[in-house]
C-alpha cells in the first residue's frame, strides 16, 4: 500500500500568500492578541462582561485575554509541557487559576 500523496498547492493564489502574509505581521505586531482572526476578536471583546465565566479548550495567548476579561475561565489543558510554560508567564502577571488536567474527558471545576 502507498500512502504517500501528492500535495496540493493550488491554494497558493496571490490573494491567499497576501491574507496569510497579513495574519503573519499582525501576529507578531500584536503579540498579546490571540490566535483568532481579528473579527472573531472584535466579537468577543463587545460579548464578554467581567461576570461571565468561560471554558476553554487549549490555553495560550487567548487565555490571558479571557482572564482579563471574565470572573472565572477554565482552561483544560492535555499537554504537559505547554501547561508549564503557559502557567510560568501567568505567574509573572499574578494569574493564579490555572491547572493542569491529565485526562480532559474527566475534569472538575
Not at 503573519?24 to 463587545?46: C, F, G, H, M, V
Amino acid at each position: 500500500m502507498n500512502f504517500i500523496t501528492k500535495r496540493n498547492f493550488s491554494h497558493l493564489t496571490p490573494p491567499y500568500i497576501f491574507n496569510r502574509i497579513l495574519v503573519k505581521i499582525n501576529q507578531w505586531q500584536y503579540k498579546e492578541n490571540p490566535w483568532i482572526t481579528s473579527s472573531a476578536s472584535r466579537i468577543l471583546d463587545s460579548l464578554l462582561i467581567s461576570s461571565d465565566i468561560g471554558v476553554e479548550f487549549g490555553s495560550g495567548r487567548s487565555t490571558l485575554r479571557f482572564t482579563q476579561r471574565l470572573k472565572h475561565l477554565i482552561s483544560i489543558k492535555k499537554k504537559p509541557l505547554w501547561y508549564f510554560k503557559v502557567k510560568k508567564n501567568f505567574q509573572l502577571i499574578s494569574i493564579k487559576r490555572y491547572r493542569f488536567q491529565s485526562n480532559p474527558k474527566y475534569f472538575s471545576f
